[in-house]
């Protein structure tokens, strides 16, 4: 689970920068008298360590830092957002001297209803500095948008973002198909739009025996009235909420618990989450947490409890599939933490023994699933060393791709797998600029020097194969880049499509003139497939995300009397072009800065018809 280094001297950094893995992780650095310095995260651990010793200036605090340390230890992590709650917990348990500030910008996500004149309901992570309610945490976005999507259906809550809201002039679609009250042009009173968000907030409390109850009471109340409308809508709205809560009543009472239940198998293991909320079940969700090879189930669970609800607000009640050590107290410490009694049962009978069945289940079969994906992505990197005749399996490997439309809007991609798959997280993106539209030599050769030429000046990280989506021509504007920077120790291989465009009759050129076709059934080519279908989709979405940017900006551009001042503040205005193109002549002469007849220009412009100056409201 851990990689460590101490020295009998000095410490040498470089070197144990340069035997970690590109895995993301927490790394901590100890001096002499095992005082800890410092903690920080990692998106990839051998770049972040190496960043400390790479030789480049640092500021007084990093470099006093650096010279008292004796050794690191390193904890490999799935994600950046695991290094990250382990860091959180490592930094507040124990206090490392040189940790000034924390970046806590990730979170479990929760829902916002916000206290403004119009609330709007939303999906929210990170800080919970915006002013209002939240709901949560959930165990994922997933349940997050499932419980958006019931207040929208349920109560017409808006969740346009406040530049849209403030700039629209009709409803939206939202309204027409009864998912919003059009708060944006007062379709609904204000007294009535807080009465949808009251009774979002007590079902979002759990409270919808009570809300239930209430709008009962006011259905009776308009019928008396002979207010008929009203009542029926209020009708409809309480059979929607019993049938829900009859669906989600479990036991005799509504339910607010955790299943938990951990498989293993050898050194992998797996927990599987189950959680309901006031009677609703929000899903399940998989952990894999890595393990030092020797921990049992009941040590993984423990572990797994310990830390994940350190993190989150624990549940009244947490069944576990086994009993784990030291159980009492970390009840205590659970309950001394949410403030309320939590209770942690692995003897449990009826619907909640299935629960434990269920989670346990899906435990194992998540597992499978996941060591059988490592499996097979293991055989297909066997296959590229067998097909390319590489001394050992590929550790890492690279592939270039260019993307365009008629040469406008050129981007390189590059995409990274290691021996378990893809690593986004070091996924790269260049914009190509300074060449001839279309010139797909020039863009390669332009992306893979800046990479390579970063690599050698920084001594960073080299792949082990490096994939060129093209033949020879490009492939010989990847080797004349490496001969340049003389990088060595780097296989080249290009990748040429087949005469029909087919999948699996791709040609593999190779520096030293052969070609290979090696068939739809190599597991080399395949591996080669995976990497190179990804680069082509990383390289489409940066092209077309930089091309509609162009777009969008030169329409402004071209617009006589608008320069970089008045641009920006049109766009600040409304919230981005979409906006600006919603309203209409008078909303844009509103604008500082922006008169009738500019405004006009600017409307018939974006609109493509003729000049129309609207007369003056005023007058």
């Given at each position: 689970?851990?990689?460590?280094?101490?020295?009998?001297?000095?410490?040498?950094?470089?070197?144990?920068?340069?035997?970690?893995?590109?895995?993301?992780?927490?790394?901590?650095?100890?001096?002499?008298?095992?005082?800890?310095?410092?903690?920080?995260?990692?998106?990839?651990?051998?770049?972040?360590?190496?960043?400390?010793?790479?030789?480049?200036?640092?500021?007084?605090?990093?470099?006093?830092?650096?010279?008292?340390?004796?050794?690191?230890?390193?904890?490999?992590?799935?994600?950046?957002?695991?290094?990250?709650?382990?860091?959180?917990?490592?930094?507040?348990?124990?206090?490392?001297?040189?940790?000034?500030?924390?970046?806590?910008?990730?979170?479990?996500?929760?829902?916002?209803?916000?206290?403004?004149?119009?609330?709007?309901?939303?999906?929210?992570?990170?800080?919970?500095?915006?002013?209002?309610?939240?709901?949560?945490?959930?165990?994922?976005?997933?349940?997050?948008?499932?419980?958006?999507?019931?207040?929208?259906?349920?109560?017409?809550?808006?969740?346009?973002?406040?530049?849209?809201?403030?700039?629209?002039?009709?409803?939206?679609?939202?309204?027409?198909?009864?998912?919003?009250?059009?708060?944006?042009?007062?379709?609904?009173?204000?007294q009535e739009y807080g009465q949808a968000?009251?009774?979002?907030?007590?079902?979002?409390?759990?409270?919808?025996?009570?809300?239930?109850?209430?709008?009962?009471?006011?259905?009776?109340?308009?019928?008396?009235?002979?207010?008929?409308?009203?009542?029926?809508?209020?009708?409809?709205?309480?059979?929607?909420?019993?049938?829900?809560?009859?669906?989600?009543?479990?036991?005799?009472?509504?339910?607010?618990?955790?299943?938990?239940?951990?498989?293993?198998?050898?050194?992998?293991?797996?927990?599987?989450?189950?959680?309901?909320?006031?009677?609703?079940?929000?899903?399940?969700?998989?952990?894999?947490?890595?393990?030092?090879?020797?921990?049992?189930?009941?040590?993984?669970?423990?572990?797994?409890?310990?830390?994940?609800?350190?993190?989150?607000?624990?549940?009244?009640?947490?069944?576990?599939?086994?009993?784990?050590?030291?159980?009492?107290?970390?009840?205590?410490?659970?309950?001394?933490?949410?403030?309320?009694?939590?209770?942690?049962?692995?003897?449990?009978?009826?619907?909640?023994?299935?629960?434990?069945?269920?989670?346990?289940?899906?435990?194992?079969a998540a597992l499978v699933q996941e060591?059988?994906?490592?499996?097979?992505?293991?055989?297909?990197?066997?296959?590229?060393?067998?097909?390319?005749?590489?001394?050992?399996?590929?550790?890492?490997?690279?592939?270039?791709?260019?993307?365009?439309?008629?040469?406008?809007?050129?981007?390189?991609?590059?995409?990274?797998?290691d021996a378990n798959g893809p690593v986004?997280?070091?996924?790269?993106?260049?914009?190509?600029?300074?060449?001839?539209?279309?010139?797909?030599?020039?863009?390669?050769?332009?992306?893979?020097?800046?990479?390579?030429?970063?690599?050698?000046?920084?001594?960073?990280?080299?792949?082990?194969?490096?994939?060129?989506?093209?033949?020879?021509?490009?492939?010989?504007?990847?080797?004349?880049?490496?001969?340049?920077?003389?990088?060595?120790?780097?296989?080249?291989?290009?990748?040429?499509?087949?005469?029909?465009?087919?999948?699996?009759?791709?040609?593999?050129?190779?520096?030293?003139?052969?070609?290979?076709?090696?068939?739809?059934?190599?597991?080399?080519?395949?591996?080669?497939?995976?990497?190179?279908?990804?680069?082509?989709?990383?390289?489409?979405?940066?092209?077309?995300?930089?091309?509609?940017?162009?777009?969008?900006?030169?329409?402004?551009?071209?617009?006589?009397?608008?320069?970089?001042?008045?641009?920006?503040?049109?766009?600040?205005?409304?919230?981005?072009?979409?906006?600006?193109?919603?309203?209409?002549?008078?909303?844009?002469?509103?604008?500082?800065?922006?008169?009738?007849?500019?405004?006009?220009?600017?409307?018939?412009?974006?609109?493509?018809?003729?000049?129309?100056?609207?007369?003056?409201?005023?007058?």
């Open positions: 689970m851990s990689h460590s280094s101490t020295a009998e001297h000095a410490f040498d950094g470089k070197a144990f920068a340069a035997s970690l893995s590109t895995a993301p992780g927490v790394y901590r650095m100890y001096a002499a008298d095992e005082t800890l310095l410092y903690v920080g995260k990692a998106g990839a651990l051998r770049k972040r360590v190496g960043s400390y010793f790479n030789g480049s200036p640092k500021n007084a605090r990093i470099m006093l830092m650096l010279s008292q340390v004796a050794r690191m230890e390193v904890t490999v992590t799935r994600t950046e957002a695991e290094a990250l709650l382990l860091e959180n917990q490592l930094i507040k348990s124990l206090g490392p001297r040189y940790n000034v500030a924390l970046r806590d910008d990730k979170s479990y996500p929760y829902v916002l209803l916000t206290r403004e004149r119009w609330p709007r309901i939303a999906l929210h992570r990170g800080p919970r500095s915006h002013n209002g309610r939240y709901f949560g945490p959930y165990p994922g976005v997933t349940a997050v948008r499932e419980t958006l999507n019931l207040m929208h259906k349920l109560f017409g809550l808006r969740s346009c973002e406040d530049s849209v809201f403030r700039n629209r002039t009709r409803p939206c679609l939202q309204h027409q198909i009864g998912r919003c009250l059009a708060p944006c042009v007062e379709r609904v009173s204000e968000i009251h009774r979002a907030a007590m079902f979002l409390d759990g409270r919808s025996d009570a809300l239930i109850h209430e709008l009962s009471q006011q259905m009776q109340a308009a019928s008396d009235a002979l207010e008929f409308e009203q009542a029926a809508r209020l009708r409809d709205l309480v059979k929607s909420l019993r049938s829900m809560h009859n669906r989600q009543f479990v036991d005799g009472q509504a339910l607010d618990l955790d299943a938990l239940a951990c498989a293993m198998d050898g050194a992998n293991a797996c927990v599987m989450l189950l959680s309901f909320r006031d009677g609703r079940n929000l899903g399940t969700r998989a952990f894999f947490p890595r393990t030092n090879g020797q921990d049992s189930a009941e040590e993984v669970l423990a572990a797994f409890v310990s830390q994940y609800y350190s993190e989150q607000a624990a549940p009244a009640e947490i069944l576990l599939d086994r009993e784990i050590e030291e159980a009492g107290l970390i009840q205590a410490a659970l309950s001394e933490a949410s403030g309320q009694r939590v209770q942690l049962k692995w003897k449990v009978r009826n619907e909640r023994a299935g629960y434990i069945e269920l989670v346990s289940r899906n435990a194992q060591l059988s994906s490592r499996g097979a992505q293991r055989v297909r990197s066997e296959g590229l060393q067998a097909l390319l005749e590489l001394p050992a399996a590929p550790n890492r490997v690279e592939c270039f791709d260019i993307s365009h439309t008629m040469g406008e809007a050129t981007v390189a991609s590059c995409v990274v797998f986004s997280s070091q996924y790269r993106r260049y914009n190509i600029t300074g060449i001839t539209p279309g010139d797909d030599y020039a863009a390669m050769h332009q992306a893979l020097e800046r990479r390579f030429r970063k690599a050698v000046e920084q001594d960073g990280v080299l792949p082990d194969v490096l994939l060129i989506d093209g033949g020879a021509g490009q492939l010989a504007q990847a080797q004349s880049v490496l001969d340049g920077l003389a990088v060595q120790g780097v296989m080249l291989v290009g990748v040429a499509k087949g005469p029909q465009r087919r999948a699996g009759e791709e040609t593999l050129v190779l520096p030293d003139g052969r070609s290979l076709r090696p068939g739809a059934a190599s597991p080399g080519l395949q591996f080669i497939q995976q990497v190179r279908d990804e680069a082509h989709r990383f390289a489409i979405t940066g092209h077309r995300a930089r091309r509609q940017k162009a777009r969008n900006t030169s329409r402004l551009e071209d617009i006589e009397g608008i320069g970089p001042r008045r641009r920006a503040a049109l766009l600040r205005h409304f919230g981005g072009l979409g906006g600006l193109k919603a309203a209409g002549q008078a909303e844009i002469a509103r604008v500082e800065g922006i008169n009738a007849a500019l405004a006009a220009r600017i409307y018939a412009n974006l609109h493509g018809l003729p000049e129309v100056v609207l007369a003056d409201e005023s007058t």
